[in-house]
């Protein structure tokens, strides 16, 4: 690829040598969507005729024009149609996509090495005849020209603006509870409870939820998670080195591509556990890694995001009766009490509830590390690359535990040290763009 298109993506934080295996294939996979959707909104396509070309061989994708693709998708963002993360998601993919065939066509791997045929009719290069040949060679290098131009074009290309999407209803990670209260936790905890002599992952969610507002670990981190007991040196009140052994949960940042990390792993201070929470933590890493080498972790996620959601629609059905009277059998939550009163304000705000899965409780997290620790411990315990990420996705410090009690674990302070401050200019644009955000949202349903 040449050195001008490599500048232009990397000025543009779009490095193709920092992703990892799986984000590569899923932005393949979303751009072959995107290809086979841009067929369907330019040519109007019928039912048999998304069939076929749901049906389109990779080589086919190929041919098909990148202009035509990408004008397609800029009508639909232009049109308001997609959210800016939807939007970024497929730029991105559309960027790598074209980026890779542009490097197969630039090594001649396109059409002498890779596939050896016509990509359209599937008939040998070889036997095309030297005219055929020359025309297929002449549009090759029309081809990559086009694609860097396309490369270049899309990596200008900003999202759309709050006032465009204001109309959107909310969407996947949108309708994720990022903000809720302690006792907004217990309301789903309780149902879940109510509810785990029918449904046999009630119990494992409830114990995910509660070790990932505890930890502040993604899903999908518990897989190769694990406690460990690390040595250090502390100094003695008499000036002498001394070594101690702490308690740490070791974590691999599933997010450390690209620089999206402080490091590689974190490491989180469990020393203030008591030894049976210590052992709930340990059993649970082992499960979910059992779970990923056995291969059963897709059945585990889907058997808990189930649950959740039965959980959930309980709630928004509003026929929460039953669950009240489980609270006042619940042992010093009587009528009255935190859990009582909790679900009866459930009733009376369901328009507003957002449904809780399994990453808010890493929002809760959040929320009660935002009580106690600096941005830049927000950020060491989060497995953050800057202080800010934290501030603008995250869950806010008003909906955290109060005081010290809210948070039981640290953040190691070696990696607290890892963690970029981000300068003042870069931190006003990414709290501009916060209140920008929140000025789009505020404006949904009015006209």
């Given amino acids: ?23 590569e294939a899923q932005y393949i996979a979303r751009a072959k969507w995107a290809i086979r959707r841009a067929l369907v909104l330019q040519f109007n396509l019928n039912k048999d005729q998304k069939k076929a070309a749901a049906q389109l061989t990779d080589a086919q994708l190929r041919a098909i024009p990148e202009s035509l693709v990408v004008d397609q998708m800029l009508q639909q963002k232009n049109q308001g149609l997609w959210a800016h993360a939807t939007w970024r998601q497929i ?27 016509d990509p359209l009719s599937g008939t040998p290069f070889a036997a095309l005849g030297p005219q055929v040949q020359a025309d297929v060679a002449e549009y ?63 119990n494992l969610t409830i114990t995910w ?42 974590v ?36 979910m890694k059992e779970s990923l080498d056995d291969g059963y972790y897709q059945n585990v996620y889907k058997g808990c995001k189930e649950a959740l959601h039965r959980a959930n629609k309980a709630i928004l059905s509003g026929n929460l009766n039953k669950f009240v009277k489980i609270a006042n059998q619940v042992p010093t ?24 899965q399994l990453y808010s409780a890493r929002h809760k997290a959040a929320s009660d590390a935002k009580q106690v620790l600096t941005q830049a411990e927000v950020a060491a315990f989060m497995g953050h ?4 990420t934290a501030a603008i996705h995250y869950g806010k410090r008003s909906h955290g535990g109060r005081g010290a009690g809210g948070l039981r674990v640290r953040p190691s302070a070696g990696e607290v040290a890892k963690v970029r401050k981000l300068p003042g200019a870069n931190r006003a644009a990414n709290m501009q763009a916060q209140a920008k955000r929140k000025l789009g949202r505020t404006g949904r349903g009015m006209s």
């Fill in 1 to 23: 690829m040449t050195t001008l298109l490599l500048d232009t993506l990397k000025q543009n934080q779009f490095d193709l040598s920092s992703r990892s295996p799986a984000t």
């Fill in 91 to 117: 730029k991105a993919s559309l960027m790598f996509y074209y980026s890779q065939l542009l490097q197969d066509i630039e090594t001649g791997g396109y059409l002498y090495e890779v596939n050896n045929v």
């Fill in 140 to 202: 090759t290098l029309s081809r990559a020209e086009s694609l860097r131009e396309i490369i270049k074009s899309l990596a200008m290309v900003e999202g759309p603006t709050p006032e465009e999407i204001a109309h959107l209803p909310l969407r996947t990670s949108a309708l994720r509870k990022k903000n809720f209260s302690a006792e907004s936790f217990n309301t789903v905890l309780l149902v879940l409870k109510a509810t785990a002599g029918k449904h046999k992952w009630n």
């Fill in 209 to 250: 939820l509660t070790l990932g507002a505890l930890t502040g670990l993604r899903p999908h981190e518990w897989c190769q998670a694990e406690v460990v007991e690390l040595p250090e040196m502390i100094e003695t009140p008499e000036g002498a080195q001394q070594e101690i052994y702490t308690w740490y949960l070791k």
């Fill in 252 to 287: 691999l940042n599933s997010k450390n591509s690209n620089n999206r990390a402080h490091g590689e792993y974190r490491h989180i201070d469990i020393s203030a556990l008591s030894e049976s929470e210590r052992s709930v933590l340990a059993d649970f890493c082992g499960f």
């Fill in 333 to 356: 939550k009587a009528k009255g009490g935190k859990i009582y009163n909790n679900i009866k304000k459930t009733k009376d705000h369901l328009d507003t509830f957002k449904v809780i």
């Fill in 385 to 388: 690359a800057t202080d800010q």
